[in-house]
Each structure stands twice: as structure tokens, then as C-alpha cells.
């Protein structure tokens, strides 16, 4: 048994008795020791330990604990709010006891905290964070002819890439990531903002190709306002990756959305339901390396007003690089026809972006988007 498991029975152990007994109590106070000692030997073993709860199999170190798939408190403390915990070598006997009495507050009064907690000595926990095949959200009134173009983007011919985002997508659908692929093909991208500083790849002439298309041009774009930004080459790598690998878990619920106009509401219950999934398959499957990927595919359709999915029963603030990716997949996907209507112009895309900033799209990252569109354009 490793001693991860074995700190996560203690763990468990020490949840249950808290719940009967006050951490005074002689049995409370062993099972938290049992937990300390479950702790030090974890952090002789490993030097940053996190722990991950989304609902399913607890996962450590980018792998899911399949050993324990039926452990019940996975669940709980998702629910509760405490999806991600990690500990430090300065953790404290004190620390942890009050770890507890805040687990179990939570547990049982279902408290709300707007943040993560990090004010405990070595302990870290809250909800997930690191580091578009989906029905768009975009105003209700559509043009129903095309807008004069505006020349803002050097279309780029990425006939390779794109079929290699093909096979990516097509990988994801039986379950697996395509590591190696998705960084090679973010490799590539990057090396075209050294010539141009908003390129996009042609819109296709096939609608069933659209995923492919948005989660190229996503990357492309997140990338290029990270440069513009200052973020150094490896942070828009990672960044790169997470921008592509945005919605893959579109790919895991059985049935193409990118030619659909309007949803049922089971039908929409699906289609949200893809952020979960593709979070899941980057940790299950893709594992470490891919945390911010897995951070960014959960949030990136969280809005600032509350609205969006998933629904949290807590609401920290996602991650910065959830909050740009929601931008640059908007973008991208108004700047590509549909079916139900004809592709944006860039002007009216950033004049939307800068009319959401704050409602549904992040005010920072919105604004960085629309300022990078807007210096694209022609005089």
C-alpha cells in the first residue's frame, strides 16, 4: 500500500471521528495522530503531496487511485468544496487539527467560501486550480448576412496541424490524450507569433471540422495576448497546450454538437457536462503535466456574473488562464461560420468582448483580446 493511500484511510479515519467527537476527545485526538503520523511518512516519501477530489477515484500525482474508486469521501469533500488539498514540509499538528474542524464545518453546515484557504501552516486546500464544440454564449440577436470583412489576421495554412488536432480529438473520443501530439502541434503554433502577432487558421469549408479549427485558433490566440503579456516561453507553452486541449471533453459525450442550433434541456445538461469529462480524462489519463490543462477544460465557461458551468456549490475565481481561454474561445468560434449564422466580423467580435467584460468574460482578459484585435486592425 502506498503512502498515499495510507494517509487517505487515516484521512478518513480521522473525518469520521471528528464528526462523533470534538478533536479533545481521547479518540479523536488518536485518530488525528494516526493522521500526523500517516502525514510525515507521505512527506519522508515525496517532498509536495496534492490530492485531487472531483467525484470519482481520488487522484495523486497526476494518477487516479483506482484502489480506492468506492471511497466515499472523494465525494464529500468535492461537494464541500475541497477539491484540491496539498500539503508542505512546515505543515503543523496545529494546522492539521484545524484543517479538520474547517473539513467538517464545511462537511456538515455546507459554509460557502470564496477563496481557497491558505492560511494554515503547510496546508493548502479549496477548489481545483494549478498552475469549442459547445453552444456558443453570444447575444441574442444574430445578422443573418455576413458583415464586410476586415482584413485582421493572417490566415495561415496549417493543413498538418489541423489534421493532427483531428486525430487528437479522435484519440480523446476512445479515451485517450495524445501527449506528445498536443505538444508538438503547440510547438508549431508558437513559432508562427514570431512572425505574426494575430495569426488564424483558414475557416473550414466543412462544418463537421469546426473543433479542430477552434481549438487551433484558441491556442493561437491565447498564446499570442501571453506574449504580448510578458509570460515567458514556457508559461505559454502550458498555456498553449491548455487552450487546445479546452474541450476535449466534447469528445466523450457520444454525440457531435457543432452543427446544432438549439439544445433541449437534457440535451444542454449533456453538452455542459463536457467540462467535467475533459478534466477528468487530462488527469485520469494525461496526469501530471497536465494539471493547468485539466484546471482550464473545468473552467473556461465560468462566468464573473455567476452564471455558467459547472455549477459549484463554492466559487472561487478560476484561473487566470481559464479566464483568457473563455475570451479566446469566443473569438475564435463568432470569427467561424456556422450553420445557424454567418461569421463575425473582427471589429463586432471585440466591440462584444468589451460590452461582456465583467458579466461574461473576465475584464482583464477580455480587454487584453479585444486590445490585441484592435491593434490587427487596419486604420
Known amino acids: 500500500m502506498s503512502e498515499a493511500i495510507r494517509f487517505l484511510h487515516a484521512l478518513a479515519q480521522a473525518l469520521s471521528t471528528t464528526a462523533l467527537y470534538s478533536p479533545g476527545h481521547p479518540a479523536a485526538a488518536r485518530s488525528i495522530e494516526a493522521l500526523w503520523q ?32 468506492g471511497w466515499p469521501w472523494g465525494q464529500r469533500l468535492s461537494t464541500a468544496g475541497v477539491q484540491r488539498l496539498e500539503f508542505e514540509r512546515d505543515v503543523t499538528p496545529a494546522a492539521l487539527t484545524e484543517f479538520l474542524v474547517r473539513a467538517q464545518l464545511r462537511l456538515a453546515s455546507g459554509i460557502e467560501a470564496d477563496t481557497a484557504e491558505n492560511d494554515l501552516a503547510g496546508i493548502r486546500f479549496g477548489m481545483v486550480e ?11 440577436q444574430v445578422q443573418a448576412e455576413p458583415e464586410p470583412e476586415e482584413v485582421a489576421e493572417p490566415v495561415l495554412d496549417l493543413t498538418d496541424e489541423l489534421a ?87 469528445m466523450r459525450l457520444g454525440e457531435p454538437f457543432e452543427l446544432r442550433d438549439s439544445l433541449s434541456p437534457e440535451d444542454r445538461a449533456l453538452m455542459e457536462s463536457h467540462t467535467v469529462r475533459g478534466a477528468q480524462l487530462l488527469l485520469d489519463v494525461a496526469g501530471r503535466g497536465f494539471e493547468l490543462a485539466a484546471t482550464v477544460a473545468l473552467e473556461h465557461h465560468l462566468r464573473p456574473d455567476g452564471n455558467g458551468y459547472p455549477t459549484r456549490r463554492y466559487a472561487p475565481p478560476p484561473h487566470w488562464a481559464s479566464r483568457l481561454v473563455s ?3 469566443a473569438y475564435s468560434s463568432l470569427r467561424a461560420p456556422r450553420p445557424f449564422r454567418p461569421a463575425w466580423a473582427p471589429s463586432r467580435v471585440a466591440t462584444y468582448l468589451e460590452e461582456s467584460a465583467g458579466t461574461v468574460f473576465d475584464i482583464e482578459a477580455a480587454r487584453a483580446v479585444a486590445s490585441l484585435v484592435r491593434d490587427a486592425l487596419p486604420d
Open 38 to 69: 500517516a502525514l510525515q511518512a507521505l512527506l519522508a516519501a515525496e517532498e509536495h503531496p496534492t490530492f485531487l477530489f472531483l467525484g470519482g477515484a481520488p487522484i495523486h500525482a497526476g494518477r487516479a487511485l483506482h484502489e480506492l474508486s
Open 130 to 140: 494549478v498552475a469549442d464544440g459547445e453552444e456558443e454564449e453570444e447575444p441574442a
Open 164 to 250: 493532427a488536432m483531428a486525430w487528437i480529438l479522435a484519440e480523446a473520443r476512445e479515451g485517450r490524450v495524445a501527449r506528445s501530439e498536443a505538444d508538438t502541434v503547440v510547438r508549431i503554433l508558437a513559432s508562427q507569433l514570431q512572425a505574426q502577432p494575430l495569426p488564424q487558421v483558414a475557416t473550414p469549408d466543412d462544418f463537421t471540422d469546426y473543433p479542430a479549427y477552434l481549438a487551433i485558433n484558441t491556442a493561437l490566440l491565447a498564446m499570442a495576448v501571453a506574449s504580448v503579456a510578458g509570460i515567458d516561453r514556457r508559461g505559454r507553452h502550458l498555456l498553449g497546450v491548455s487552450a487546445l486541449l479546452a474541450d476535449i471533453g466534447m
Open 327 to 329: 475570451a479566446c474561445t
